[in-house]
């Protein structure tokens, strides 16, 4: 069972940046769609970006153009680079993964974000 850790999270003014990183204890890690899904108080977690093993990213709507999710094989890192931060961006964040195999779930401990106006 894979583990997730997550940091990078805090506070910073709109219009910011900030750089989630997640660090996953797996030797498999090209067996792994990675992604970033976050929950903002009294809201549902919702999907922010993912991106599979072969490099392909999807992200929500409501931050194309800001993030960018990133992976590193080697370092067995995902990485969520946020720019241009808005207030409704502030939220728990989550790392995820899920096994292309057997569909295995697992989640990250989460990192808040918090942006300020």
């Known amino acids: 069972q894979v583990q997730l850790v997550e940091s990078g999270g805090g506070l910073v003014q709109a219009g910011g940046s900030l750089r989630l990183s997640c660090s996953a204890s797996?030797?498999?890690?090209?067996?792994?769609?990675m992604g970033w899904y976050r929950q903002a108080t009294g809201k549902q977690r919702e999907l922010v970006a993912l991106i599979s093993a072969d490099g392909s990213r999807t992200y929500a709507d409501s931050v194309k153009g800001r993030f960018t999710i990133s992976r590193d094989s080697v370092k067995k890192l995902v990485s969520l680079q946020m720019s241009s931060l808005k207030p409704e961006d502030t939220a728990v964040y989550y790392c995820?993964?899920?096994?292309?195999?057997?569909?295995?779930?697992?989640w990250g401990q989460g990192t808040q974000v918090s942006v300020s106006s």
């Open positions: 797996t030797i498999r890690f090209n067996l792994y769609t």
């Open positions: 995820h993964s899920r096994n292309r195999w057997n569909d295995a779930v697992t």
